[in-house]
């Protein structure tokens, strides 16, 4: 079924687990010593996340072995509905945190 | 006008093959579920957004996750992600035709999901009984506990957090019922009969899963329906689809984790 050759081997996705572990592991170090302010350990926090979800749907989910429309088409339009939720709400979160409303 | 209509016809039924390939390369169960798992996000992507916008604009949010907490999330995102690699070793066997190790790896991945679920369940009693509860329901017998202030000053926070995980937790409770289903099919029903029965009598009634646990019993009725209206042998294919679903229960966890616990970290 997929038009993309690939090295389909079980060692792969061991790698990925042992990455996803890693990746948790550091998250988990940099909760524990606070070194980053909030916001900049917010942003590391989501890179951090957005490279393990990668890994789930690039090998997990197996969508980097599938065919380039259905790749392009179902990560484009998630990410444009996420991004149209960003900017509508977010902005707005952070007006009602300056205007001081208790 | 005439010709139009005809040469429609023409494109429509031509020689060009009664069969035609399908659009994405990939078999329609397949293409089904990766269209509902695109809608889910949507779900999880708008209560995530729901509990950053009020995480935003509220000055006093509470941190209220201790090395304990931390420590219990952490073990229960290793559950998940090792879940993931058993059912990606049961997708594998699944394809090469071994029926046995097929149903062990789906076997390890439920194990996995249901120690996710009672470790969170814990977590969950634990808070309850420490005072945060949502507005409007019933507050926790005996003294109040390190958390009933914050329930009271930021209601915001048990809303978007039980909102929260409590749909992830439902997520997940459908998988394990899911892959029961296509690991041991009408077996499965008689198992989970006896889990949901049990645990309706043994988990004390104040406590909110013995409500809770009546998803199991509503997920009985629901694969009893499919199981003996439709009672089919799961090939390969089906049991890729449904690790489909089990891989994004463990991607949605990936920005619970992080958002919702290690932002509220209380480390001292």
């Known amino acids: ?102 | 006008m005439a010709d139009a209509t005809l040469q429609h016809d023409v494109v429509q039924h031509g020689s060009a093959g009664d069969y035609e390939a399908p659009l994405f390369g990939a078999y329609s169960k397949k293409v089904g579920m990766w269209l509902f798992l695109a809608s889910d996000s949507l779900t999880f992507g708008a209560l995530l957004v729901a509990f950053s916008y009020n995480r935003i604009s509220m000055a006093a949010w509470p941190t209220p996750f201790g090395k304990e907490s931390i420590a219990n999330a952490t073990i229960m995102t290793a559950c998940l992600l090792s879940s993931s690699l058993t059912m990606v070793l049961g997708v594998f066997a699944a394809q090469r035709g071994d029926r046995a190790w097929t149903r062990n790896w789906l076997l390890a991945t439920m194990a996995f999901g249901t120690a996710f679920i009672v470790l969170h369940g814990m977590e969950w009693s634990k808070l309850i009984g420490e005072g945060l509860t949502l507005s409007g329901f019933p507050k926790a017998a005996g003294p109040a506990g390190e958390f009933a202030a914050v329930s009271q000053a930021v209601p915001q926070f048990p809303a978007t957090f039980f909102g929260l995980t409590a749909m992830h937790m439902l997520h997940v409770t459908i998988g394990v019922i899911y892959l029961g289903v296509v690991a041991l099919r009408k077996l499965f029903l008689a198992i989970l009969a006896v889990i949901y029965i049990a645990g309706y009598f043994l988990i004390p009634s104040d406590n909110v899963f013995h409500y809770g646990i009546h998803v199991l019993g509503l997920g009985l009725i629901l694969a009893a329906v499919i199981l003996f209206l439709k009672p089919k042998d799961y090939d390969a294919h089906d049991v890729e689809v449904s690790g489909l679903y089990w891989h994004f229960v463990d991607l949605v966890w990936m920005f619970i984790f992080p958002l919702v616990y290690l932002m509220s970290t209380k480390i001292t």
């Open chain 1, 1 to 102: 079924m997929h038009d993309v050759p690939h090295d389909d081997s079980k060692g792969q996705y061991f790698w990925v687990w042992g990455a996803l572990l890693v990746l948790t592991a550091a998250e988990v170090l940099l909760a524990y010593k606070q070194v980053f302010q909030p916001v900049r350990m917010l942003e590391i926090l989501l890179i951090l996340s957005v490279i393990k979800s990668a890994l789930i749907i690039g090998y997990f989910m197996h969508l980097k072995f599938e065919r380039a429309l259905m790749r392009w088409l179902l990560v484009i339009s998630v990410t444009a509905c996420f991004i149209i939720m960003y900017f509508f709400f977010f902005p707005d979160a952070d007006r009602i945190l300056q205007l001081g409303v208790k």
